[in-house]
């Protein structure tokens, strides 16, 4: 299990990340506060709040390549 913060803020970057996400095929999960959705699910996204960075859990051992692919998207 891969964890770690992304931001995106923007319809354009929503649409773009779960483009990326739909790539692979384990479980990747987004939370804000209490909700988790999934992350391949641009409807589930929208019910969460964007306006700060989101957590991301990937549920795999090998999350090298998704985590290049997303890169632009990990907040720093």
């Known amino acids: 299990m891969t964890k770690t913060k992304i931001v995106i803020n923007t319809i354009a970057k929503v649409k773009d990340f779960v483009n990326k996400v739909m790539k692979y095929d384990f479980e990747v999960d987004l939370s804000s506060g209490r909700y988790a959705v999934d992350a391949k699910s641009i409807m589930g996204?929208?019910?969460?709040?964007?306006?700060n960075p989101v957590d991301l859990t990937a549920h795999t051992d090998d999350a090298s390549?998704?985590?290049k692919d997303i890169e632009e998207?990990?907040?720093?």
């Open 73 to 76: 998207f990990i907040a720093k």
């Open 65 to 67: 390549d998704f985590l």
């Open 45 to 51: 996204i929208f019910s969460l709040d964007l306006e």
